[in-house]
């Protein structure tokens, strides 16, 4: 998989760039304004928008954030990242409130070398996410160069990300290039042994991964609440767990006994899914009907902690048990302490993952330069999974 990148780009100075990012992050009310809460994903985006800036490109910005509908929803305007950018770049980032008619065409035109113009979120219109070939030729009207940066949301085709393409010379900033790269040395060059942690609430979600991985890591570990719907899937009583009533049939047919596969000998349950409810541990197989399972055992805990601790490729994606409430974040905290004292090149992916890791961690990831924590979650999943993104298909030399 090769990629066309900013490096291929000839006489990159002065050029106007339609730079694609993906700027889906939190935003919290102060006073009367949203401002960017977690900047993980923007900061990440800077080796790109720096490169550019030095070269003089005038640099019009695209991103959306959460799901509006097609319609204007104003907590998810994207005014709070202009604000964000110009401080944390030391320069006035310009910001119009719509994406396509006579006021973005308008700043667009006013556009300078060297400046920074953010546009509204694209999916305030619905034909972004319809990949609407004549939205998408408006967005592309904006410059003579298009830079995807927007790994995290290359997984769905959108105007912005994937019928664009059709209308610019396109090419993979530098960040789409490093997540492309990581997680292709993990999926396809991993060093052995090769581990993934799965975990999290939906086998539905994870279960592509986990067939291709069990065809190309050593062990597969699964914890969360996905166990509760693969034990259900198997006969084993669950009790009150959460469970995905439509998997349990899918999973019938699954070969749980591959010796690759870990799943959970032991379980701490609940009463109750509440803060106040007390953690018993219970072997897998004893569950009473009015029990949750809200965490992994103990003595899943040091087996999963025996597998780590040999693996020298390791991929996880997903908490191992309810981390919220802390008697029941003993599993996902075990992990994380492997992970911390392992000399094993990691990846990491998902919002929840990362969140947790930062809360129970007594590291912080740039004191552990063999973890890259990549900032997509259902895209990285993708990835590993096997799938070509839609958005990063055509970026690629043979394309």
């Known amino acids: 998989m090769e990629l066309r990148t900013m490096r291929d780009i000839k006489n990159l100075k002065g050029r106007r760039i339609v730079y694609r990012a993906a700027y889906e992050v939190t935003l ?60 944390a770049l030391k320069l006035k980032v310009k910001y119009v409130d719509d994406c396509v008619g006579p006021k973005a065409e308008k700043a667009v035109a006013a556009l300078r070398p060297g400046e920074i113009l953010v546009l509204e979120n694209t999916r ?6 319809e990949n609407d070939p004549a939205f998408a030729k408006r967005l592309a009207s904006y ?50 042994p090769a581990i993934a942690i799965i975990g999290g609430v939906k086998i539905s979600a994870k279960l592509g ?50 010796p690759k596969l870990h799943i959970p000998v032991d379980v701490m349950v609940g009463k109750s899914f509440t803060k106040g409810a007390k953690a018993v541990p219970k072997a897998v197989g004893s569950i009473g009907p009015k029990e949750w399972i809200l965490d992994i055992g103990p003595d899943t805990i040091r087996l999963f902690d025996s597998i780590i601790r040999e693996a020298k490729t390791i991929v ?34 998902g919002g929840e993952t990362i969140d947790v890791f930062r809360k129970f961690s007594n590291k912080t990831f740039a004191q552990l330069p063999n973890i890259y924590v990549s900032t997509g979650g259902a895209a990285m999943l993708k990835f590993l999974e096997g799938k070509t993104l839609p958005a990063v298909s055509p970026l690629l030399k043979n394309n």
Request: glycine fraction near 8%; hydrophobic fraction near 40%; proline fraction near 4%.
């Open 143 to 192: 410059g003579e160069i298009y830079v995807n940066d927007a790994f995290a949301q290359d997984y769905k085709p959108h105007a912005s990300t994937t019928a664009i393409t059709k209308f610019l010379p396109s090419y993979a900033g530098f960040l789409l290039e490093e997540e492309i790269n990581e997680l292709n040395g993990a999926l396809n060059k991993p060093k052995g």
């Open 28 to 87: 919290e009310k102060v006073g009367k304004h949203y401002e960017v809460g977690d900047d993980f994903r923007i900061v990440r985006t800077f080796k790109t928008l720096d490169h550019l800036l030095k070269n003089k490109c005038s640099i019009v910005v695209l991103s959306y954030l959460k799901r509006p509908g097609g319609k204007v929803v104003d907590k998810w305007r994207l005014d709070p990242i202009a604000r964000y950018l110009s401080k």
């Open 124 to 129: 305030f219109h619905p034909e972004e996410e």
């Open 209 to 258: 991964v986990v067939e291709k991985l069990l065809k190309k890591f050593d062990d597969i570990l699964l914890g969360g609440a996905l166990v509760n719907t693969v034990l259900k899937a198997q006969g084993v009583a669950v009790g009150k767990s959460l469970i995905e009533p439509a998997m349990v049939k899918q999973l019938e047919d699954f070969n749980f006994t591959n």
């Open 316 to 349: 996880w994606d997903g908490p191992m048990g309810v981390f919220e409430f802390l008697q029941f974040a003993k599993g996902t905290e075990s992990v994380i302490h492997a992970l911390v004292h392992s000399d094993a090149k990691i990846v990491i992916g």
